[in-house]
DNA sequence: CGCCACGTCTGCGAAATCCGCAATCCCAGC
DNA sequence: GCTGGGATTGCGGATTTCGCAGACGTGGCG
């Protein structure tokens, strides 16, 4: 009933020839198999998780808290937008001329702005934004993202209806 | 040091003139305030969270419980899809011809689309798609998403760099 | 007005959980 | 074979969670 995770006791926990180019270590099936309990519910006991993946409440405590540490994952309430408030969203493409980094950056530094993300496309960079109502939309689009200097064009996706977001990688 | 959260106490926690017109109850401050709480961290003890919003331990317990059963949020662990061994990840607009609903729900249905959203504009559906590697990735966008009977067209945006992206609705 | 129903908040004791720490284990390097 | 570092375990003590009974405030109704 617990589907217990084997993975033969201590083994590498982190094999350094493992490393991806960022430097982030990569990470054994006990540790995905805590990040899954914790994605099925981030309240879940140490005890808890200890007894699915074959190891002690001690041990899950410190491994979850490096995962903390190293930023590998982050355990919080996620919530829908739409019941906090927040009535307009959209999806932004914007292309750019010269420095493509340094526009995202300043789209990040945007509060309205949830999601940058810089993309191989017709697009150099795909942002979301959350906004309260039309009015704020319509001001953090054309007041202050075009305004940007380098941002040479933007097109718009208003969000009509949100069909799925989930928050399961590695669950599959 | 506390930002006490005043709310002249067992006012209005659903005020049914206020309801969305989606049936979602609308959230009074104190809700909120839980719910920032606990997107700085799921697993704040409610104790800590009630002398933050001013109320007590059981107060936030059961306020808690409501906001999770009402789907209004929940608390996971969320992770950065690099370091959990996804290494492709990229936005695909889709052009329907017919019923869009119908193909959105076909693209929720896939496990490696992780977010799907029907939007105004060039495109009918946005969809965020997570991958393990490249020939997963063509895979998915050619031979599943593309075989779709409905699907006029696809553009695809390869993620290069993601730059932001956080759980904050509300915390602004 | 009195009364009741309903929803929320509080206080409290019992059970479960979290936390820190010292001891142990395991592997790799010398 | 010995040693060092990292991971795991076991264990009390502090903290938190949990369930419940009682209090409080509001609104409906005779």
Known sequence: MH?????????????????????????????????????????????AIGKAVGLSEAAVRQRVQKLLDQGVMQIVAVTDPLTVGFRRQAMVGVNV??????????????????????????????AEIVCEDDDHLLDVINKRIRALPGVRSTESFVYLKLKKQTYMWGTR
Do not use: H, N
């Open 97 to 126: 001329e010269g420095d493509v980094e340094s526009i995202a950056d300043a789209l990040t530094a945007m509060s309205e702005v949830e999601y940058v993300v810089m993309t191989a496309g017709s697009f150099d960079i795909l």
């Open 3 to 47: 589907s217990e995770v084997v993975a033969s006791r201590s083994a590498d926990q982190r094999d350094s020839s493992r490393e991806s180019r960022s430097g982030t270590p990569q990470l054994d099936a006990v540790s995905l198999a805590i990040i899954q309990q914790l994605q099925e519910d981030g309240r879940r006991p140490y005890a």
